[in-house]
């Protein structure tokens, strides 16, 4: 089993300040009633934010160190890879995906599995540092020197990955992030 730096770095890594939070209520469609799934989601820094917009909020994340520093009072909590899901199909009203993608092994299978949790009239918004500006490429560096196995991937290859389905994609840059929008048809 590879190493597991987050796990290192759970107890200090809520600190880390968390971008546009308005940017993901606008690109969520939040608030809404149903259920939000938060796939890589850590210590909740994010979820904590959305919980309040949504009929309840859900983590999943491989890293049991960084789960345990998730308020589970307030969030559901499931250790568990994005690969391979441990819900229903179509159980999320949205499914978010923070700054994590490029950590995912295996981007396709998750790709798949967050398509399938969601519910028909959803949207999956996944943010990630956009790998074409010059500080991504550098902090991209920076974690293959520390063996993080990051692979980092442009907003259109992201957008490739949900090609099925007749699914819509939308690409939004913020300066050097990207968010990409994925609405699964009713």
């Known amino acids: 089993m590879p ?3 987050f796990n290192l770095i759970a107890s200090i890594y809520s600190r880390v300040e968390y971008g546009s939070f308005e940017s993901m209520q606008s690109f969520a469609d939040l608030p809404t009633n149903g259920w939000v799934l938060d796939a890589g989601g850590g210590t909740g820094r994010v979820a904590s934010l959305v919980r309040d917009q949504a009929g309840g909020v859900v983590i999943a994340d491989p890293s049991l160190g960084m789960l345990r520093q998730a308020d589970s009072d307030r969030l559901g909590l499931a250790c568990s890879n994005s690969e391979a899901l441990p819900f229903p199909d179509e159980t999320f009203e949205r499914v978010i995906m923070v700054d994590a993608l490029h950590h995912v092994a295996h981007q396709g299978a998750s790709a798949r599995e967050l398509y ?18 010059w500080g991504v490429k550098v902090v991209a560096l920076a974690e293959k020197l520390l063996l993080m196995r990051s692979h980092f991937l442009t907003p259109q290859a992201i957008v490739g990955l949900f090609s099925f389905d007749h699914a819509r994609a939308t690409i939004h840059v913020q300066e050097s992030d990207a968010w990409i929008v994925i609405e699964k048809p009713r």
């Not at 969601?118 to 500006?133: A, F, N, Q, T, Y």
């Open 3 to 5: 190493f597991d730096h």
């Open 116 to 133: 399938r949790v969601l519910k028909r009239g959803g949207r999956i918004v996944i943010e990630e540092p956009d790998i074409r500006s």
